[in-house]
């Protein structure tokens, strides 16, 4: 990454759409493990249960770590930048992750947003590149207006690209003259 390029951190409700979505995921997870230590008893003995309970407890702590350590954590260390050329993407801490985008490779972008973050007012933006089906790079954490003046600095980025087919012609000209070369 070039070290004159800006990183803009992401909306802090972020931390709290992280912090949500773990504790919703470890609530589904602890759910079923109780009912299963509630529906255990009645097929097996003692020792299922006291396992049971050995996973609820280390799910538990597992949850408030997540929520308390990691989630703020997180947040900190997402952050994302555009320049004239690119846009880009940088998260972790522990597993540090740079996505580039180069605005010559985009076929479109999308602004999206899920139940939870449409109840946070973030969204996320979604960049396809050519040649893929699945999104290339996404930029989670931003408010809708954040979204949508990020979408329009690229749109207007891709507006100023300048076209040509003077690499294409190159090409072109040098397969041309290497095959009058050997005829």
Same mark, same amino acid.
């Given at each position: #990454?070039?070290?004159?390029?800006?990183?803009? +951190?992401?909306?802090?409700?972020?931390?709290t759409?992280?912090?949500? &979505?773990?504790? @919703?995921?470890?609530? *589904?997870?602890?759910?079923?493990?109780?009912?299963?230590?509630i529906?255990?008893?009645f097929?097996?003995?003692?020792?299922?249960?006291?396992?049971?309970?050995?996973?609820?407890?280390?799910?538990?702590?597992?949850?408030? =770590?997540?929520?308390?350590?990691?989630?703020? %954590?997180?947040?900190r260390?997402?952050?994302?930048?555009v320049?004239?050329?690119?846009?880009?993407?940088? =998260?972790?801490?522990?597993?540090? !992750?740079?996505?580039?985008?180069?605005?010559?490779?985009?076929?479109?972008?999308e602004?999206?947003q899920?139940?939870?973050?449409? #109840? $946070?007012?973030l969204? %996320?933006?979604?960049?396809?590149?050519?040649?893929? +089906?699945?999104a290339d790079?996404?930029?989670?954490?931003?408010?809708m207006?954040?979204?949508e003046? $990020? %979408?329009?600095?690229?749109? &207007?980025? *891709? %507006?100023?690209e300048?076209?040509?087919?003077?690499? @294409?012609?190159?090409?072109?000209?040098?397969?041309? +003259?290497? !095959?009058n070369? !050997?005829?």
């Amino acid at each position: #990454m070039n070290s004159k390029i800006k990183l803009e +951190s992401v909306n802090p409700a972020y931390r709290t759409f992280l912090a949500l &979505h773990v504790s @919703i995921t470890f609530l *589904l997870i602890i759910g079923v493990a109780g009912g299963l230590y509630i529906w255990v008893p009645f097929f097996a003995e003692e020792t299922p249960r006291l396992i049971l309970q050995a996973i609820i407890a280390s799910l538990a702590v597992l949850w408030f =770590v997540f929520v308390v350590f990691w989630a703020p %954590r997180r947040y900190r260390v997402t952050h994302y930048y555009v320049s004239n050329d690119y846009i880009g993407f940088v =998260v972790g801490a522990v597993w540090h !992750t740079e996505v580039v985008v180069t605005y010559n490779r985009l076929q479109h972008l999308e602004i999206a947003q899920g139940p939870l973050e449409r #109840m $946070l007012k973030l969204s %996320r933006l979604v960049l396809y590149t050519a040649g893929g +089906s699945t999104a290339d790079l996404v930029i989670p954490g931003l408010t809708m207006s954040q979204a949508e003046q $990020l %979408r329009d600095q690229v749109l &207007h980025e *891709l %507006r100023q690209e300048e076209l040509s087919d003077e690499p @294409i012609s190159a090409a072109s000209n040098q397969a041309k +003259s290497e !095959t009058n070369v !050997t005829n």
